[in-house]
């Protein structure tokens, strides 16, 4: 079974995310589509610290985000328009009890990839397709493995600093541990000022992704109940990632 990366679940962390991943443009697609399907009701997993459901719910969808991240979602909860989303902590199977039939399920980010197992995966489409009302859309995106984006997870292409209202300047960087593909790890470090933390100055997350071929990926969507609608390029990294949109049958 997947587990969340320590970026997500340790609460000095999740408080971060959003100062770090502050350039969202990846979002602008999803809105598009949602509003292109004329989408009314949608379903995003892996939904984190809430972005794209806020957005989503700020343009009248009702929207559920399951996420299985205590830490993201108690973020989530404490943004503005928070309570016009259903946050839901667990897998995707953990909204089956709720008689979801959403026009919309989408996976944003690393989502897709962070089921590193077949198994994991065809679990996480069965429980996006029990989500879906039939002919409802999945959207999720996934780097392509041929432009190995992995050369760009060292300390030297990704570190930044911030200043975190009520911490101070807190520093990131990641570190390339492990290509053994289809699997590639990486651990991300955060340094907060001295004093800040009880038990050091660094907070370290090790990360491992799945890249999967665009066939694969399709075989996949189709033993579980999808056909690919089509395949379109990712506006905010062209020519790196594949965003797939796949129908319910």
Not at 134 to 147: K, N, Q, S, Y
Not at 178 to 191: D, H, I, N
Not at 197 to 225: C, H, K, N, Q, Y
Request: charged residues 25%; proline residues 6%; negative net charge.
């Amino acid at each position: 079974m997947t587990a969340p990366d320590p970026i997500f679940v340790d609460p000095r962390l999740a408080r971060l995310y959003d100062s770090f991943d502050d350039d969202r443009r990846d979002l602008d697609l999803y809105v598009g589509l949602a509003e292109r399907f004329g989408a009314r009701t949608v379903l995003d997993v892996g939904c984190g610290t809430g972005v794209l459901a806020l957005l989503l719910a700020e343009r009248g969808l009702r929207v559920t985000g399951v996420d299985p991240a205590a830490a993201s979602l108690e973020v989530a909860r404490g943004k503005p328009g928070a309570d016009a989303v259903t946050w839901v902590e667990g897998r995707a199977d953990a909204v089956a009890g709720l008689g979801l039939a959403t026009d919309l399920a989408t996976m944003t980010g690393n989502v897709a990839q962070v089921f590193c197992t077949d198994a994991d995966w065809a679990q996480a489409l069965a429980a996006v397709r029990d989500a879906l009302r039939p002919g409802g859309v999945l959207v999720f995106e996934t780097r392509i493995p041929a432009r190995q984006a992995w050369l760009g997870w060292t300390r030297e292409h990704q570190s930044a600093r911030r200043h975190i209202p009520g911490i101070g300047e807190v520093e990131t960087w990641n570190d390339l541990l492990e290509v053994a593909l289809p699997l590639v790890t990486f651990q991300g470090s955060y340094r907060f000022p001295p004093g800040v933390l009880p038990d050091g100055d660094v907070v370290t997350s090790v990360s491992t992704l799945r890249f999967r071929e665009r066939d694969e990926i399709e075989a996949s969507l189709d033993a579980a109940g999808f056909t690919v609608d089509e395949v379109l390029d990712a506006p905010d990294r062209p020519g790196l990632e594949w965003v797939f949109v796949a129908r319910r049958l």
